[in-house]
Antibody, heavy 120, light 107 residues
Framework: EVQLLESGGGLVQPGGSLRLSCAAS????????MSWVRQAPGKGLEWVSA????????PYANYVKGRFTISRDNSKNTLFLQMNSLRGEDTALYYC?????????????WGQGTLVTVSS | DIQMTQSPSSLSASVGDRVTITCRAS??????LGWYQQSPGKAPKRLIY???SLQSGVPSRFSGSGSGTEFTLTISSLRPEDFATYYC?????????FGQGTKLEIK
């Protein structure tokens, strides 16, 4: 059974940093591309970033480019999202999601999310 | 960026009704589209992939169709557990983009 378990969320002040993790199990992590998707309270879904199976390709949404960095450790089956220069509008539930394959395509499986709150 | 316009934004229906939700892409995306269901407090769950393929384990009352710029999700006969919010997602090119969502409510 595929399991994705996010952690690392919390309350942070504007301008601060946070590092999210997503521990994966139940599949060969190194064979799949992964993404982060977020959902502000009461709002819709918003794609944030993706990473290829090898980690060599990392597209970003424009509104996080230069502030967020996605990475992965295939030896530890873990996905990361380093978030710097956080703003109030980054407040959201952050989900990690598994793509269908190593070459992106659709988002098949989702974790339960970790909540990030940016506030003074 | 590809814009996904989803309609309606909300829908009121009864158990047993047939409902259709539409997503329009601002440019052609072949069949690179999925449909997701999100119940309150839960993570999204994929129902349909490649525009018309039913995800394993999803009831056959859900179906998807379309290609290019216009796509539909149809629920043939609503069950109580289907009252949720539905999203389309295009994965033709980055940045991936979601529709605004359709909240399906009980009439």
């Amino acid at each position: 059974e595929v399991q994705l378990l996010e952690s690392g969320g919390g309350l942070v002040q504007p301008g601060g940093s946070l590092r999210l993790s997503c521990a994966a199990s139940g599949f060969t992590f190194s064979s799949y591309s992964m993404s982060w998707v977020r959902q502000a309270p009461g709002k819709g879904l918003e794609w944030v970033s993706a990473i290829s199976a090898s980690g060599g390709d990392t597209p970003y949404a424009n509104y996080v480019k230069g502030r967020f960095t996605i990475s992965r450790d295939n030896s530890k089956n873990t996905l990361f999202l380093q978030m710097n220069s956080l703003r109030g509008e980054d407040t959201a539930l952050y989900y990690c999601a598994r793509h269908d394959s190593g070459s992106y395509q659709s988002l098949q499986d989702w974790g339960q999310g970790t909540l990030v709150t940016v506030s003074s | 960026d590809i814009q996904m316009t989803q309609s309606p934004s909300s829908l009121s229906a009864s158990v047993g009704d047939r409902v259709t939700i539409t997503c329009r892409a601002s440019q052609g995306i072949r069949n690179d589209l999925g449909w997701y269901q999100q119940s309150p407090g839960k993570a999204p769950k994929r129902l349909i992939y490649a525009a018309s393929s039913l995800q394993s384990g999803v009831p056959s009352r859900f179906s998807g169709s379309g290609s290019g710029t216009e796509f539909t999700l149809t629920i043939s006969s609503l069950r109580p557990e289907d009252f949720a919010t539905y999203y389309c997602l295009q994965h033709n090119s980055f940045p991936y983009t979601f529709g605004q969502g359709t909240k399906l409510e009980i009439k």
